[in-house]
């Protein structure tokens, strides 16, 4: 099994940043991929990001230029840097770690965007 805990969520500002954490632990397999997903009130989950273990990334066109996903191998963590948030990025991040042997999901952490 595979556990992942997302941390770093919580209320900025429009045009403000935060940044999310994702700590996977367990019976973790190479090659992955991990990624961001978020739910918006009302509407359906949606790929934020998400990168190999290569590096490879991929954003979705709301993101691309404001938010950067990276990876720590060795501490089997991903990241995403989000800057010039905006009240439509209001969402529950979830961390995701998808492998042969399975998806996995974290239990999401609150991003709330608002003056």
């Known amino acids: 099994q595979v556990q992942l805990v997302e941390s770093g969520g919580g209320l900025v500002q429009p045009g403000g940043s935060l940044r999310l954490s994702c700590a996977a632990s367990?019976?973790?397999?190479?090659?992955?991929?991990m990624g961001w997903y978020r739910r918006a009130p009302g509407k359906e989950r949606e790929l934020v990001a998400s990168?190999?273990?290569?590096?490879?990334?991929n954003y979705a066109d709301s993101v691309k230029g404001r938010f950067t996903i990276s990876r720590d191998n060795a501490r089997n963590t991903v990241y995403l840097q989000m800057n010039s948030l905006k009240p439509e990025d209001t969402a529950v991040y979830y961390c995701?770690?998808?492998?042969?042997?399975?998806?996995?999901w974290g239990k999401g952490t609150l991003v709330t965007v608002s003056s």
């Open positions: 995701n770690l998808d492998s042969i042997y399975g998806k996995y």
């Open positions: 367990g019976s973790i397999f190479v090659p992955n991929v």
């Open positions: 990168i190999t273990t290569g590096g490879s990334s």
